[in-house]
């Protein structure tokens, strides 16, 4: 669960969205970098890549697991029952009437 804040703060997928008319993929990107059918395995270059082994995620500061994305400060399960963004810990909703459980 993340806020509308930080969700500006997510990557990009380098897939290109389907919807053409108003997706970000249509004819060139703002930064006019990325081509509409450019080839993105050949074009990326070896040292870019995202490698998880050497990311630093941080650890969830409730249950102490590894989060999922290295600038998250929460784990999805404790985010989702605790109704916070994972980013920042903003409370989303009010889950007093709701059965908040992962299981």
């Known amino acids: 669960m993340v806020c509308d804040k930080c969700e500006k703060k997510l990557g990009v997928s380098v897939t290109q969205d389907t919807w053409k008319s108003g997706s970000?993929?249509?004819?060139?990107?703002?930064?006019?970098?990325?081509?509409?059918?450019?080839?993105?395995?050949?074009?990326?270059?070896?040292?870019?890549?995202?490698?998880?082994?050497?990311a630093n995620f941080k650890k969830c500061r409730i249950c102490r697991v590894s989060t999922h994305h290295p600038k998250?400060?929460?784990?999805?399960?404790?985010?989702?029952?605790?109704?916070?963004?994972?980013?920042?810990?903003?409370?989303l909703m009010s889950t007093k009437d709701y059965k908040m459980s992962s299981t």
């Open 24 to 54: 970000r993929s249509t004819g060139t990107s703002t930064t006019g970098k990325q081509k509409l059918t450019e080839n993105k395995f050949l074009t990326r270059s070896k040292g870019n890549r995202f490698d998880p082994t050497k």
């Open 72 to 91: 998250a400060h929460y784990c999805q399960a404790c985010a989702y029952k605790k109704s916070i963004c994972c980013m920042c810990g903003k409370t």
